[in-house]
Nanobody, 122 residues
Framework: QVQLVESGGGLVQAGGSLSLSCAAS????????MGWFRQAPGKEREFVAA????????FYTDSVKGRFTISRDYAKNTVYLQMNSLKPEDTAVYYC???????????????WGQGTQVTVSS
């Protein structure tokens, strides 16, 4: 089993910044990638960003490119999401995911964090 514990999030005005973190523990020897997804009320959970654990390669959905940065601390098994220039449409519950394969779809991920609310006011 793998446990993911998220922290960060909160309320910020448009144009502001927030940072999320997600620490993985347990049987993480199969970790290949970690990602961030988000789910707004009434919408499907959507891909935001992912990072390949071994080499640090990163991937983003188009709507956050240039504003969000995903990074990792390899030794701490922790992934981060720095969110800048936030917009009201970024408002959602953000989830980190653990994947032993990688992908941009929800079913590519094997374990999930508890979710953290990000609210951007206009």
């Amino acid at each position: 089993q793998v446990q993911l514990v998220e922290s960060g999030g909160g309320l910020v005005q448009a144009g502001g910044s927030l940072s999320l973190s997600c620490a993985a523990s347990g049987r993480t020897f199969g970790l290949y990638a970690m990602g961030w997804f988000r789910q707004a009320p009434g919408k499907e959970r959507e891909f935001v960003a992912a990072i390949i654990w071994r080499n640090g390669n990163t991937f983003y959905t188009d709507s956050v490119k240039g504003r969000f940065t995903i990074s990792r601390d390899y030794a701490k098994n922790t992934v981060y999401l720095q969110m800048n220039s936030l917009k009201p449409e970024d408002t959602a519950v953000y989830y980190c995911g653990y994947s032993e394969t990688f992908g941009r779809f929800r079913n590519n991920y094997d374990y999930w964090g508890q979710g953290t609310q990000v609210t951007v006011s206009s």
